[in-house]
C-alpha cells in the first residue's frame, strides 16, 4: 500500500536533519561574501518590478477611458472587462512558452528575453489610438509577466545560498509590490500614456544589468558547462573555496541528467512536489488577489471609501510593500508555514469583512444616514466608509506576509531540478489561466450578483487554503535545494517542520 503523503509515524525518521549553520549564515544580512548574490538578484527581479507595473496598470487607465470622449479608446463594461483581463491570457502564455524556454536558453536569458515583448507592448499602449493597440499591448506586457514569473523564481532560488535564500525569495514579490506602488504614485500625477512610457524604463535598466550577471551554476551544469558553472558560483560566492559546494551541486545534477519521462512523472518523488507548486499557485489566485488589484479603484468607487479612490489605491500599495518587507525578514524565522497559516487567516477574516459590508451597508451613505458622522478636514464622512478600505488593507497585508511571496519561493524550492523548468512554467500557467478567468468575470460577477458574492466566495477559498497548508505543504526553512529534493526521494513521507 503507498505510504501516505503527509503524517507518517515513526521516531527514527527525520524529515530534514538540520545542518550547523556555518558563521557565513549566521551573519547572512551583511556577509560580504553574499554581496554578488544580492546584485544578480536586484538585476533579476527588475522583471518582477515590471511585471507588478504593468499587472495594475488598468487600475487607474480603467476610470479614466470610460469617461474617454474619443470614441475609439472609449470603454463600455465589456471592453472594461477584457482590458483587464487579457493581461492575464497573456501571461498564461508566457508561462507555457516558459516551459521550453527556461531550460532551452536557462534562466537569466528567459528573463532577457522577456524584455522584448514588455517594450512593445508599453509602446502599443503609449500610442494607442484604437482598443486593438491597447489589448495588444496589455497582452503583450503580459506574455512578459508570465515568461518573468516563471523563470525569476527559479534563478533566484538556484544562485541564493540556503542561509538567505528564504529573504531572497521574497524579493520577486517584494519588487512586484512595488512595481504597483509606483503604478498606483504615478497614476495620481501622469495621464494614463505617461503611465505606459514610464513602465519601459525599468525594463532597460534590467536589460543592462543582467548583462554583467552569470546565469545558474545549475543549470550550466545541467548542459555539460562545468568550468562556466565553477566561474559563475565562485562569482557569486565572493570566494574561491566554493568546491565542496560545488561538487553538492554537480553530484545532483549529474543523477539528473536526463528529462523526466512519463513514467518517472507518475512517481511521488515527482508528482508530489509539482503537484503542491501547482495546487499552491490555483489556490493563491483563488483568494482573490488578481481582480481584487486590477479593479481596485473600480471596487472603492462601488463602495462609498472616505477618500478619492486614486489615492485609497495608493495607500493599499504602500501597505502591500510594507507587508512585503515584514515577510522577507521574517520569512527565515518563523518559517515558511507559520506565515501561510497567519496569511490565510488575515484574508479570510478581510474578505469576509468586505462581503458583509456591501451585503448589509447601504450606499450611498450620507450625512443624513442614522449612523455616526465624523468630520475630516472641514469634510463630514460616515465612519462606515472606512471599512472598504481598512479590509482592503487587511486583506493585501495578508497576501503579501505569505501567500503572495512564499508560493513564488517554495515553486523554486519544491521543484526536482530535472523538472524545474518545465513545471514552474505550468505553474505559471495554471496560475494566470485562474486569473483570466477571475477578472474576465469579475465585474460580470458583480453586476449580475452584487459586489459581496465574490468577496464571500473568496473567503471560502481562504479557509480551503488554511486546510491545505496542514496537510501538504512542507516547511523548507534553512534546507538546501538539494536537500529538498533528497527529502521527496524517500519513502516515507512527513512534512512536519
Known sequence: MQEPLLRAEGLDYDTFPEVPASPGER????????KRVFLATFAAVLGNFSFGYALVYTSPVIPELKLSSDPALHLDKIQASWFGSVFTLGAAAGGLSAML????????????????????????????????MLLLGRMLTGFAGGLTAACIPVYVSEIAPPG???ALGATPQLMAVFG?????????????????????????????????????????????????????????????????EFEQIQDNVRRQSSRVSWAEAREPRVYRPVLIAVLMR?????????????????????????????????????????????????????????????????????????????QFVPRPLTPNSTV??????????????????????????????GWGPITWLLMSEVLPLRARGVASGLCVLVSWLTAFVLTKYFLLAVNAFGLQVPFFFFSAICLLSLLFTGCCVPE?????LEQIEAFFHTRRMSFRP
Open 27 to 34: 551573519e547572512r544580512a551583511g556577509a560580504l561574501k553574499n
Open 101 to 132: 524556454l527556461n531550460d532551452l536558453l536557462g534562466r537569466k536569458l528567459s528573463i532577457m528575453f522577456s524584455a522584448v515583448p514588455s517594450a512593445i507592448g508599453y509602446a502599443l499602449m503609449a500610442g494607442a489610438h484604437g482598443l486593438w
Open 164 to 166: 538567505v535564500r528564504g
Open 180 to 244: 504597483s506602488l509606483s503604478l498606483y504614485a504615478l497614476g495620481l500625477l501622469l495621464p494614463w500614456r505617461w503611465l505606459a512610457v514610464a513602465g519601459e524604463g525599468p525594463v532597460l535598466i534590467m536589460i543592462l544589468l543582467l548583462s554583467f550577471m552569470p546565469n545558474s551554476p545549475r543549470f550550466l551544469l545541467s548542459k555539460s558547462r562545468d568550468e562556466e558553472a565553477l566561474q559563475a558560483l565562485t562569482w557569486l560566492r565572493a570566494d574561491s573555496e566554493v568546491h565542496w
Open 282 to 358: 490555483f489556490l493563491q489566485q483563488l483568494t482573490g488577489i488578481t481582480p481584487i488589484l486590477v479593479y481596485l479603484q473600480t471596487i472603492f468607487d462601488n463602495t462609498s471609501v472616505v477618500l478619492p479612490s486614486q489615492q485609497d489605491a495608493a495607500i493599499v500599495g504602500a501597505v502591500r510593500l510594507l507587508s512585503v518587507l515584514i515577510a522577507a525578514v521574517t520569512m527565515d524565522l518563523a518559517g515558511r508555514k507559520v506565515l501561510l497559516y497567519v496569511s490565510a487567516s488575515v484574508m479570510f477574516a478581510a474578505n469576509l469583512t468586505l462581503g458583509l459590508y456591501v
Open 372 to 401: 455616526e458622522i465624523v468630520t475630516l478636514g472641514g469634510t463630514a464622512f460616515n465612519y462606515l466608509t472606512l471599512i472598504p478600505l481598512l479590509a482592503t488593507m487587511l486583506f493585501i497585508m495578508g497576501y503579501a506576509m
Open 476 to 480: 523548507t526553512r534553512g534546507r538546501s
